[in-house]
C-alpha cells in the first residue's frame, strides 16, 4: 500500500494511505480524546464527537476517526474551535454519567479521567443540569456487572461481544432513552452470555465491570 | 432505423393512444372529485358516492374521474365540472347537498351553481378565474401543474398532457447532453438542503461501477409537511419519470421509492404508476426501443423522522438499524450497498421532466439566479388559506402569507414565520418584505426546509415554539451521537424551565453556546439543524425570553405557568353565570358584590370560562406574571 507523508502537531508522520486519522496519531503517541472508535469497522461510529481535529483547508473541525489521511495532510489536534467542541461533548457526556469515581472499580483506569486529565477539563461540570437515567444495575450474571447509568454509549461492548463473545449485547430506545442491552431485553444472566469478560475488558468506563475484580 | 427514431416512434403511437383517450372524456361532462388524502380527510369519498348515485338516478351521461390535490386544502372537499358550453369550474367546502345540486341543476339543468364556485380553471366572462385573484397572479405552477387535473391512477392522462415526452427525449440523447442540461438549469434539492442537483448526478455518473442506483426519497417526515405526499397522490408519474431520467444520466438500472409506511395512498398510487409504466414499455428491459434497462420498486420506511436523512434512508435499505453514517463518503459515491447512488426528494424529481422538456434557461425564466424554479409551501397555523402553494423562488414572505394565504384569521398581528419544519426557524415582521430562497432563508437564520411554513400570531410565545420544535427533535433524535442525543436534552430542559417561569440568568447565553455546538458537532442533519428554532427566535425575539427569565412574564400569555386567569370586575355582567358553569374545577365563586371571582388556587388555567364568558363582556382576561391578579384585586 502507498505510504503518505503528514503533520500532525508539526511533527512529520509517515501513514499508509486511507488509514484512518485517529489510529496514525495515537501509533505515533499522540493523543485525541476518543470513546467509541474501532480499529477497522466498515462504518465508524463516529458517535462519541471528541475525536476532533482541525486539517489545513477544511472550513471546519471533523472526526479523526472517520478521516482517511492524504498525501500532505496537515492537521492540529487542537485550536480553540476545537478544544470547545471537545469539551462540550465531553461536558455532555459526563452530565449524564453516574459519576462515583471513589468506588468505582475503574477509578485510575477510566477513560473519561484519562480525557479529563489530558485536555484538563474538571470532572464536575458546572455549566449543565445533570441528566439521570433511571436504570437498574444489572447484576443478574455471575461474571459481569452492568450499571447502564455509567454507560457512554460508545458501543465497543456490542462490537466485541458479536467479534469474541456470544452477541447477545445490542443496542436499544431512541433519543435519550438509547442503552445498551441483552437481546430481548433480559438481564444478562438470562441472556445466553458466557460470562467470557471481553465486554468489560473493552468498556471505557465503569459500566461493565468484571465481578472477580470487584473485590 | 436509428436509435432515436425508433423511441420516436415508439412513443408517438403511446401519445397518440393516451391523447384519443383522453379527448374522448371530453365529449361529455366530466366531474373530477379531489380524493387525496385531505380531500378524504374533509369527506371527499361521500361526495363521490352522491354524484355517482345522483348521476346514476338522474340517468345523465356523465364522467366521473377521482383526481389528486390541487393545493386548495383550506376548501376541501373540492370539485371541479367540465361541462361542454361552460368554463372548467372549481367548487369549495362541497357538501352532500351542494354535490346533489351540481348534477342536478347544473349537469341536468344548466345552472352552474355559481355560489358555491370557487373559481373557474381558465380565464373566461362567466366566473372569475383562479389567476384573477392575488393568489393566482403570485403562484405559478410547475411540479404541480397536474396535480389535482388528471386521474393519478391512469397513466394515459399524464401522457396525454405531455407526460413521459421528456424521458423519450432524453434516450435519444446522450446522457452527458442530459446531465448538462440539468447542471446549466441550476437546479437545487428541495429535500432541504438545496444541494445542486446536477453536481450531485455528475459524482454519481463519474463514480467508478458498473452497479448504481437512484433513489426517490418520499420520507417526508417534518411535522406539519404534506406536499411530497400530495404530488404521489396526486401525480406520480410525473416523479416515475423524473427518476427513469435520473436513471439514464447517471448509469443506474435500478431505482427505489423510499415511502413512510403512514402514506398508503401514495405507496398505492406509486405502485400502479409503476405497473403502469411497465406495460406501456417505459420501464423494464429495452425502454421504449432505447436499448436502456431500467425498473423501480417500493421500499416502505418504518417512519421515523431521521430515515429522511439520506445515509440513515440507506442504513435502513440494507436491512440495518436506520441510524446515520459519517460522510464523507457521499451516497454519490458509495450509496446503497456500497454502490454510487443518487437520492433525490420528490420535488427535485418532479422538475426533473420540465427542465429536459422545455430546457435549462426556461426554468431559470422563473425564480432567483441562485435559486430557479419555484418553492412548494405548505401553509400552515394562524394563517386564512392553508394547503399547498408552489410560488416562485424570490417571492416575499408578505405576499405569501397576505396574498397567497389571504393573512391572518381574527384580525390579530402577525408575529412570525416558521419555515423549514425542525431544522428551519422563525422569522419576525421585518423579514417579511424579504424574497425567499434557499440563500436568503439561511442568511436569515430559518431553511427552507421541506416547505413547511407556519404562520404565528401575536398569541403565539416564541420561547414556546423553540421548545415544541427542540421536543420534536429530542425525541426524533436517533441517540447514537452524543451532542444530538444529550445536547438537544440539554437544552430542552432549560427551554422547558424557561416556559415554566424557572429560567435563570445565563440561560440564553448558555442554550446559545449549547446549540452552536450542536450543530457544529453533530454526526448528521438532524442535530446540524435542530437549533436552530432556538437560535433564531433568540436572534429575534430575544426580549420575549429575557421577560420570561427576568420578570416570570410570557409576553405572548400562551405559557401556563407564567399566567393567571381574571374577571375584571367592571366588565362582568353580574347576574350571568356562564363562566361559573363552565369551570371544570368550581374555582369560580360570586362575591358579596355578585361579582364573579376567580380561586386562583383551584383555577387549572383550562381557559373555559375564557371561552364561555359572552363575547358582549368579554370579562375574563389572562395576566402575566400571574402575580397581576393581586395588584388588581387592590
Ligand atoms: C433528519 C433529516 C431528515 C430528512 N428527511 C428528508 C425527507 O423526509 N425527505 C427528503 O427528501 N430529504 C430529507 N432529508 C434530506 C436528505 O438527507 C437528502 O439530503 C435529500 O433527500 C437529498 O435530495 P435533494 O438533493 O433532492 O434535496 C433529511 C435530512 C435530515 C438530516
Ligand atoms: S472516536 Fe471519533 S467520534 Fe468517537
New interface residues.
Given amino acids: 500500500m502507498k505510504t503518505v507523508t503528514l503533520t500532525i502537531d508539526g511533527r512529520t508522520i509517515k501513514a499508509r494511505e486511507g488509514e484512518k486519522l485517529l489510529w496514525v496519531a495515537l501509533e505515533n503517541g499522540i493523543y485525541i480524546p476518543n470513546l467509541c472508535a474501532i480499529p477497522g469497522v466498515k462504518h465508524p461510529a463516529a458517535a462519541c464527537r471528541l475525536c476532533f481535529v482541525e486539517i489545513e483547508g477544511y472550513p471546519r473541525p471533523v472526526t479523526a476517526c472517520t478521516e482517511p489521511v492524504v498525501e500532505g495532510m496537515v492537521v492540529s489536534t487542537r485550536s480553540p474551535r476545537v478544544d470547545r467542541l471537545v469539551q462540550t461533548a465531553f461536558e455532555l457526556l459526563l452530565s449524564n454519567h453516574q459519576q462515583d469515581c471513589a468506588n468505582c472499580p475503574r477509578n485510575r483506569s477510566c477513560e473519561l479521567q484519562r480525557i479529563a486529565r489530558e485536555r484538563r477539563i474538571p470532572l464536575r461540570v458546572k455549566r449543565l443540569r445533570k441528566l439521570e437515567r433511571e436504570l437498574p444495575v444489572d447484576d443478574s450474571s455471575p461474571a459481569l456487572r452492568y450499571d447502564p447509568r455509567k454507560c457512554v454509549l460508545c458501543g465497543k461492548c456490542v462490537w466485541v461481544c458479536r467479534e469474541k463473545g456470544t452477541g447477545v449485547l445490542g443496542f436499544a430506545g431512541r433519543g435519550f432513552g438509547r442503552r445498551i442491552t441483552t437481546f430481548g431485553d433480559v438481564p444478562l444472566g438470562q441472556s445466553g452470555c458466557n460470562g467470557c469478560g471481553e465486554c468489560a475488558r473493552i468498556c471505557p468506563v465503569g459500566a461493565l465491570v468484571e465481578k472477580k475484580a470487584d473485590i | 432505423m436509428s436509435r432515436d427514431k425508433v423511441i420516436k416512434e415508439n412513443f408517438t403511437k403511446l401519445q397518440q393512444k393516451s391523447r384519443a383517450a383522453w379527448e374522448s372524456l371530453r365529449e361529455r361532462p366530466l366531474i373530477l372529485v379531489g380524493t387525496a388524502t385531505c380531500g378524504r380527510a374533509a369527506g371527499a369519498l361521500e361526495i363521490l358516492k352522491v354524484i355517482k348515485e345522483e348521476l346514476a338516478k338522474s340517468g345523465l351521461e356523465a364522467s366521473v374521474l377521482e383526481v389528486g390535490c390541487m393545493g386548495h386544502c383550506y376548501a376541501e372537499p373540492l370539485v371541479t365540472v367540465y361541462k361542454p358550453g361552460f368554463p372548467p369550474i372549481c367548487y369549495g367546502y362541497v357538501t352532500e347537498g351542494i354535490a346533489a345540486r351540481l348534477v342536478q341543476d347544473f349537469l341536468g339543468g344548466d345552472d352552474p351553481c355559481l355560489e358555491f364556485a370557487l373559481a373557474a380553471l381558465e380565464a373566461n366572462d362567466m366566473v372569475p378565474a383562479f389567476t384573477d385573484f392575488p393568489r393566482g397572479m403570485i403562484e405559478k405552477n410547475i411540479i404541480l401543474d397536474k396535480c389535482g387535473l388528471i386521474d393519478p391512477e391512469n397513466i394515459e392522462h399524464y401522457i396525454a398532457l405531455g407526460g413521459y415526452a421528456a424521458l423519450a427525449g432524453a434516450l435519444g440523447r446522450d446522457p452527458g447532453q442530459v446531465l448538462e442540461e440539468i447542471k446549466a438549469s441550476g437546479l437545487r434539492g428541495r429535500g432541504g438542503a438545496g444541494f445542486p442537483t446536477g453536481r450531485k448526478w455528475e459524482t454519481c455518473r463519474l463514480a467508478p461501477g458498473e452497479e448504481k442506483y437512484v433513489i426517490c426519497n418520499a420520507d417526508e417526515g417534518d411535522p406539519g409537511a404534506f406536499m411530497d405526499r400530495a404530488i404521489l397522490e396526486s401525480n406520480p408519474h410525473q416523479v416515475l419519470e423524473g427518476l427513469a431520467i435520473a436513471a439514464y444520466t447517471v448509469g443506474a438500472r435500478q431505482g427505489y421509492f423510499y415511502i413512510r409506511a403512514e402514506y398508503p395512498l401514495a405507496v398505492a398510487r406509486v405502485k400502479k404508476a409503476i405497473e403502469q409504466a411497465r406495460q406501456a414499455g417505459l420501464l423494464g428491459t429495452n425502454i421504449l426501443g432505447s436499448g436502456f434497462d431500467f425498473d423501480v420498486d417500493v421500499f416502505q420506511g418504518s417512519g421515523?423522522f431521521v430515515c429522511g436523512e439520506e445515509t440513515a434512508l440507506i442504513a435502513s435499505m440494507e436491512g440495518e438499524?436506520g441510524l446515520p453514517?459519517?460522510r464523507p463518503p457521499f451516497p454519490a459515491t458509495a450509496g446503497l450497498r456500497g454502490k454510487p447512488t443518487v437520492i433525490n426528494n420528490v420535488k427535485t424529481l418532479s422538475y426533473v421532466p420540465h427542465i429536459v422538456e422545455r430546457g435549462a434557461r426556461w426554468l431559470r425564466e422563473t425564480g432567483t439566479d441562485g435559486s430557479p424554479g419555484t418553492a412548494v409551501f405548505a401553509l400552515a397555523g394562524k394563517v386564512i388559506n392553508t394547503g399547498l402553494a408552489e410560488v416562485p423562488m424570490g417571492t416575499t414572505l408578505r405576499e405569501v402569507v397576505y396574498d397567497v394565504g389571504s393573512g391572518i384569521p381574527g384580525g390579530k398581528a402577525f408575529k412570525a414565520v416558521q419555515i423549514g419544519g425542525p431544522s428551519g426557524g422563525c422569522l419576525p415582521e421585518s423579514a417579511l418584505d424579504m424574497p425567499i430562497d434557499f440563500d436568503s432563508l439561511s442568511q436569515a437564520g430559518a431553511m427552507m426546509g421541506s416547505g413547511g411554513m407556519v404562520i404565528l400570531d401575536e398569541d403565539d410565545c416564541m420561547v414556546e415554539i423553540a421548545r415544541f420544535f427542540l421536543d420534536f427533535t429530542?425525541?426524533?433524535?436517533?441517540?447514537?451521537?452524543?451532542?444530538c442525543?444529550?445536547?438537544t436534552?440539554?437544552m430542552l430542559?432549560?427551554l422547558e424551565a424557561i416556559t415554566r417561569g424557572q429560567g435563570k440568568p445565563g440561560d440564553i447565553e448558555?442554550l446559545l453556546?449549547?446549540a452552536e455546538?450542536v450543530k457544529?458537532?453533530?454526526?448528521c442533519g438532524l442535530g446540524k439543524t435542530a437549533p436552530n428554532p432556538v437560535l433564531s427566535t433568540i436572534r429575534y425575539f430575544r426580549d420575549e425570553y429575557e421577560a420570561h427569565i427576568k420578570e416570570r412574564r410570557c409576553p405572548a400569555l400562551m405559557c401556563q405557568s407564567l399566567i393567571a386567569y381574571y374577571i375584571l370586575p367592571e366588565k362582568c355582567e353580574r347576574s350571568c353565570d356562564a363562566c361559573v358553569g363552565s369551570c371544570p374545577v368550581e374555582a369560580i365563586y360570586t362575591n358579596e358584590d355578585r361579582i364573579k371571582v376567580i380561586d386562583q388556587q383551584k383555577c387549572v388555567k383550562c381557559a373555559s370560562c375564557l371561552e364561555a364568558c359572552p363575547p358582549q363582556y368579554k370579562a375574563v382576561i389572562k395576566l402575566s406574571p400571574p402575580e397581576l391578579v393581586n395588584e388588581m384585586g387592590a
Fill in positions: 421515523a438499524p453514517r459519517h429530542q425525541k426524533e433524535s436517533c441517540g447514537k451521537c452524543t451532542m442525543r444529550l445536547g436534552r440539554q430542559d432549560i448558555l453556546e449549547l455546538d457544529a458537532g453533530s454526526l
